[in-house]
């Protein structure tokens, strides 16, 4: 059974940083295709980064140059530094698993073969 679970959550000020971690069982975080998604109420779901099986990261637009995607394979666990955060960043952060190590078949889809349950991030201006 796999099983991903998010930590590192929590309020910080503007300008701060963060790191969330991904703790994945039963699903080795190298070999497939993870993501950190954030959602915010009254918000649709957005994708922030992904990382793809060889290690390739892709970030959307708002948060390339703050955060940075990246896998602790020792860990097996999939990181997320969050850095000169701001108020617009405050949401719950996801991540997720697609068992295919290149990203195409998951980016922009619903085709993510698991998630975890979400850890809150709160930005304070």
């Known amino acids: 059974q796999v099983q991903l679970v998010e930590s590192g959550g929590g309020s910080v000020q503007s300008g701060g940083s963060l790191r969330l971690s991904c703790a994945a069982s039963?699903?080795?975080?190298?070999?497939?295709?993870m993501a950190w998604f954030r959602q915010a109420p009254g918000k649709e779901r957005e994708e922030v980064a992904t990382?793809?099986?060889?290690?390739?990261?892709t970030y959307a637009d708002s948060v390339k140059g703050r955060f940075t995607i990246s896998q602790d394979n020792a860990k097996n666990t999939l990181l997320l530094q969050m850095n000169s955060l701001k108020p617009e960043d405050t949401s719950t952060y996801y991540c997720?698993?697609?068992?295919?190590?290149?990203?195409?078949?998951?980016?922009?889809?619903?085709?993510?073969?698991?998630w975890g349950q979400g850890t809150q991030v709160t930005v304070s201006s």
């Open positions: 990382i793809d099986g060889y290690g390739w990261p």
């Open positions: 997720a698993a697609g068992l295919r190590p290149s990203c195409g078949y998951y980016r922009g889809s619903s085709n993510w073969d698991y």
């Open positions: 039963g699903y080795t975080a190298r070999n497939g295709c």
